[in-house]
């Protein structure tokens, strides 16, 4: 168990819609970052947050959105969803500062959009 | 940008063959490069990390050289078991803030 948890492990959607994904850090790490998993894109980076503000943008498309809140637990937005969007989408945390700081990875939810 | 390549899969191997998964890396400066480890069903892990030149990284056997002349991070481990089968990801931290850039993962298979 890494300490990082993510709700919900599987959602499955139509084109269009709105989902929320949920994770919650390790408990002292300030920073949290998305990733998707995808067949053909692999691993991508999609945002950082730390602290409450953002500190990194990756290939996030203008559809997603994300936020960390004060209590430090992040939501990642996917709205319009398409067929593509499908996809395994990961939450991490780390403690930032110093080269080589490990990120803790979630299990992820799987989010298939039919 | 920064990017990572390393060998594509799978790698099908018997159990207590040697092992090597190739990784090379373009980045600005000298980054942390790491190897995560996904088992299936599961998240990543950190399997092993190396922070600068020359350093060399190791965890439950495996072995992984930052190489800066050769910009490389190859991941060995001397004798598989079956329950090494998983995707190996090697992986750079990019523009600080411990944010990562992963390669395309390589699966690895290993049969008694």
């Known amino acids: 168990d890494s300490g990082v948890t993510q709700t919900p492990k599987h959602l499955i959607t139509a084109t269009g819609q709105r989902v929320t994904l949920r994770c919650s850090p390790r408990s002292g790490d300030l920073s949290v970052y998305w990733y998707q998993q995808s067949l053909d894109q692999g691993l991508q980076f999609l945002i950082q947050y730390y602290n409450g503000e953002e500190r990194a943008k990756g290939n996030i498309l203008e559809r997603f959105s994300a936020q960390q809140f004060p209590d430090l637990h992040s939501e990642l937005n996917l709205s319009s969803l398409e067929l593509g969007d499908s996809a395994l989408y990961f939450c991490?945390?780390?403690?930032?500062?110093?080269?080589?700081?490990?990120?803790?990875f979630g299990q992820g939810t799987r989010l298939t959009v039919v | 940008g920064d990017s990572v390549t390393q060998m594509e899969g799978p790698v099908t191997l018997s159990e207590e063959a040697f092992l090597t998964i190739n990784c090379t890396y373009t980045?600005?400066?000298?980054?942390?490069l790491f190897w995560y480890v996904q088992y299936p069903g599961e998240g990543l892990q950190l399997l092993l990390k190396a922070t600068k030149a020359d350093d060399k990284g190791s965890n439950k056997g495996f072995e992984a050289t930052y190489r800066k002349e050769t910009t490389s991070f190859h991941l060995e481990k001397g004798s598989v078991q079956v329950s090494d089968s998983a995707v190996y990801f090697c992986a750079l931290e990019s523009g600080g803030y411990n944010k990562l850039i992963f390669g395309a993962g390589t699966r690895l298979a290993v049969h008694p």
């Open positions: 991490a945390s780390s403690v930032v500062g110093g080269a080589g700081a490990e990120a803790f």
């Open positions: 980045a600005t400066g000298y980054p942390s």
